[in-house]
């Protein structure tokens, strides 16, 4: 298994900026993706980004070109710089890690876009 801690969330204006990072550890070789998800009240949760093994990178739509999701494997991190936020991006946002036999998840952390 892999133990995930966010860290970053809080509360920024509209067109802000944040910065998610996730500190992961275990198994750390053995993950074969990891990714942001999502969940805002009463919707489901969604998967906002997601990075392979490879390097490649998927988005949702509606964070294209405002989102960027990277890795640090040298401290088997990974982060989420978000640009030009905005209200609707208000939701806990969760850390995940998959490979075979396990989809880990962190404790989530707030983040509130308001004026």
């Known amino acids: 298994q892999v133990q995930l801690v966010e860290s970053g969330g809080g509360l920024v204006q509209p067109g802000g900026s944040l910065k998610l990072s996730c500190a992961a550890s275990?198994?750390?070789?053995?993950?074969?993706?990891m990714s942001w998800y999502r969940q805002a009240p009463g919707k489901q949760r969604e998967s906002v980004a997601i990075?392979?093994?490879?390097?490649?990178?998927n988005y949702i739509s509606s964070v294209k070109g405002r989102f960027t999701i990277s890795r640090d494997n040298a401290k088997n991190t990974v982060s989420l710089q978000m640009n030009s936020l905005k209200p609707e991006d208000t939701a806990v946002y969760y850390c995940?890690?998959?490979?075979?036999?396990?989809?880990?998840w962190g404790q989530g952390t707030q983040v509130t876009v308001s004026s």
């Open positions: 990075i392979f093994s490879n390097g490649s990178r």
């Open positions: 995940n890690a998959r490979g075979i036999g396990f989809n880990d």
């Open positions: 275990g198994i750390i070789s053995r993950i074969a993706t």
